[in-house]
């Protein structure tokens, strides 16, 4: 996959209406469309498109949406670990498509709490979004991805793993260390309430 050089994300909303311009094919958008409508060239904006659609109502329900969601990520912060400078998704991934009035229903749903959410970005806690901090998020996004199709059995459990790759994706797009923290305690959380409902 070659790198994206386009203009970066200016935050959460502007990662919505990105998603609301992907091209429509036969009513469905494709994920490959809506990844290059975002732009592939950041872990950051790979983090929060798989985070943001998984969180949607109406989308992120959908039975097997967590699951390649999950592909997703497992293999964006996989390579991210393997030191890897660009990104490389499978075809048969990135055709995956969802219904266009379901996407469109909830992009809109979410455009007034992304502004609020966009309100509260600023840098801080830097180091836990630059370098060796970027491989933490790296490996707990890897981690999280890994427990994302159990939690397809979990209600409510895969929404909550949706906010953490979201969370992760703006601290790096912001380098707002407190999110990539707020994030790592979601995830702790999440995971043990998932180990905990399937004992």
Known sequence: MAEDRREELAGLDHLLERIGQAPRRNE?????????????????SLLLVPGVITL?????DIPGVPTLMAILVLLVAGQLLLGCRTFWLPQWLLKRSVSQSKLDKAV???RKPARAIDRLLKPR??????????????????LIALAMPLMEVVPFSA????????????????????????????????????????L
């Open 56 to 60: 949607l109502p109406l989308v992120g």
């Open 125 to 142: 806690l830097t180091w836990l979004t630059q370098r060796t901090g970027t491989c933490l998020v790296a490996l707990f996004c890897f």
């Open 159 to 198: 929404n909550g793993a949706g906010l953490a790759l979201m969370m992760f994706g703006l601290s790096l797009m912001a380098n707002d260390g407190l999110w990539a923290l707020l994030a790592l305690i979601l995830t702790g959380g999440t995971v043990g309430a998932v180990i905990v409902a399937l």
């Open 28 to 44: 469905r958008v494709q994920l490959g469309d809506m990844l290059t409508a975002v732009g592939r060239g950041s872990f950051g």
């Open 108 to 110: 809109a749903w979410m």
